[in-house]
């Protein structure tokens, strides 16, 4: 199984159009906010729509209609906003593409990746999203946020980075080094004195 059928997100359809990535740059995962998260502005759109309307019935005041149109936009903005919503990850940058009338694209290069963590609260955790932040060298910074699995997404992030952490050569090799690092400082004490 994949990442991206892990954690629910899409194989990259329509990126290119809003993506200025170079033509060896491969996108591994894209995905936006969960659809879920809407639900309070729904919420508080209905309940606009229903004093709205409830209130033009029974009370007869016609103003309060007004307040339909506002519950509707709310809606409407806060759906609008999470399909607007996309993040991709390619095999050299991070990107996060925001806007509804507009449009925002923010870009993190693999290399200058220095921090992640992935945040959940208490109904992420029980239902198993949240927010990946990433932190780059020289400031700067792109966060997921309200994505699906973002354990494994931070993980994929952190694989694409590389581990730094890790020393390149093997035991061998840095042997080697010392044992010429040893002959050098032979030679140059034998030389000095």
Sequence with gaps: MS?????????????????????DEDVLWSGRPRLPTILPAVAVGLVLVAVGVGGAVT??????????????????????????TRYVVTDHALYRKTGILSRHVERVS???VQNSAFTQGVLGSAFDYGTVSVEAAGGGAIAFSDINEPRAVRAF???????????PGTLDQ????????????????GRSQ
Aim: hydrophobic fraction near 50%.
């Design 3 to 23: 990442l991206a059928d892990a954690t629910g997100a899409e194989h990259a359809p329509n990126v290119d159009e809003w993506m200025a990535r170079g033509d």
């Design 174 to 189: 840095w042997m080697a080094v010392r044992d010429e690092v040893r002959r050098l400082r032979t030679a140059f004490e």
């Design 110 to 112: 693999l290399h200058r």
């Design 59 to 84: 009370e007869n005041q016609l103003v309060l209609l007004l307040l339909v149109p506002v519950g509707v936009a709310i809606a409407v903005a806060a759906y609008l906003r999470v399909v607007n």
């Design 157 to 167: 992030v952190e694989k694409q980075v590389g581990d730094d952490d890790e020393i």
